[in-house]
């Protein structure tokens, strides 16, 4: 038997709003938005980065750090698709997460996965 570790939220948004997507101060303001509603301690400031060489993965990285582990997303804008990975050894409940995510970026389609990591 194995003790819990971490919870892992993997969600996938489709078809989200263009414009949210590619801006980065909103981008900042829902991910810290997201860590008052699952009552996450942030641990420094949200890092965001916009590259890609290829029209196939460009947009937005966002790397958020939390006293229990972190928050990732990536921003791809040519699909208008959006990839969170929110990992964090305290427990959280993943439907708020995606009901709030998939508002936020008026996304119209999105599938998920939640593990338990031990």
């Known amino acids: 038997m194995y003790k ?3 919870y892992h939220l993997v969600l996938n948004l489709y078809e989200c709003n ?6 980065g101060e909103f981008i ?5 938005q997201l860590c008052d509603l ?6 420094g400031d949200c890092i965001l980065e916009h590259f890609g060489e290829s029209e196939d ?10 006293e229990t582990s972190n928050i990732i997303a990536h921003f791809v804008e ?6 969170f990975d929110v990992f964090s050894c ?12 998939k508002e936020a ?5 999105y599938s998920y996965s939640f593990l338990i990591r031990d």
């Open 105 to 109: 970026f008026e996304a119209k389609e």
């Open 4 to 6: 819990v570790f971490g």
């Open 78 to 83: 040519k699909t208008n698709k959006i990839f």
């Open 90 to 101: 305290k427990d959280f409940e993943s439907e708020p997460v995606i009901q709030f995510l």
């Open 18 to 23: 263009p414009e949210k997507l590619k801006d």
């Open 38 to 43: 699952i009552k996450m301690k942030r641990y």
């Open 57 to 66: 993965v460009k947009g937005y990285t966002a790397v958020q750090l939390i």
């Open 28 to 32: 900042k303001n829902t991910i810290i």
